[in-house]
């Protein structure tokens, strides 16, 4: 099994930024495939924002492109850096996980809230 650590989220105005971040612990490095964070908001259904291929490949919900940046800051740890937040980026954020191996691990979700 795997514990996906997350930190960041919280309560921010239009236009501001938020950092999120990720951070596994129980898979091997080898194992890791994809990496990264859905949303959900309200009355809605999970939704990719953004994930990270082990090696480095980006993949960005049309929504948030040219807003939100996902790195790698090392091999087991993710940060969505989240610029020009909208009130419709207001979710509950979930980081994500999807073992070579074929399991996938859901964190337990931060949430985002932006003002208007």
């Known amino acids: 099994q795997e514990q996906l650590r997350e930190s960041g989220g919280g309560l921010v105005q239009a236009g501001g930024s938020l950092r999120l971040s990720c951070s596994a612990s129980?898979?091997?490095?080898?194992?890791?495939?994809?990496m990264g964070w859905y949303r959900q908001a309200p009355e809605k259904q999970r939704e990719l924002v953004a994930v990270?291929?082990?090696?480095?490949?980006p993949n960005y919900a049309d929504s948030v492109k040219g807003r939100f940046t996902i790195s790698k800051d090392h091999a087991k740890k993710v940060s969505l850096q989240m610029n020009s937040l909208k009130p419709e980026d207001t979710a509950i954020y979930y980081c994500?996980?999807?073992?070579?191996?074929?399991?996938?691990?859901w964190g337990q979700g931060t949430q985002v809230t932006v003002s208007s």
């Open positions: 994500y996980l999807l073992r070579t191996s074929g399991p996938e691990f």
């Open positions: 129980r898979t091997i490095l080898s194992d890791i495939n994809t």
């Open positions: 990270i291929t082990r090696g480095g490949t």
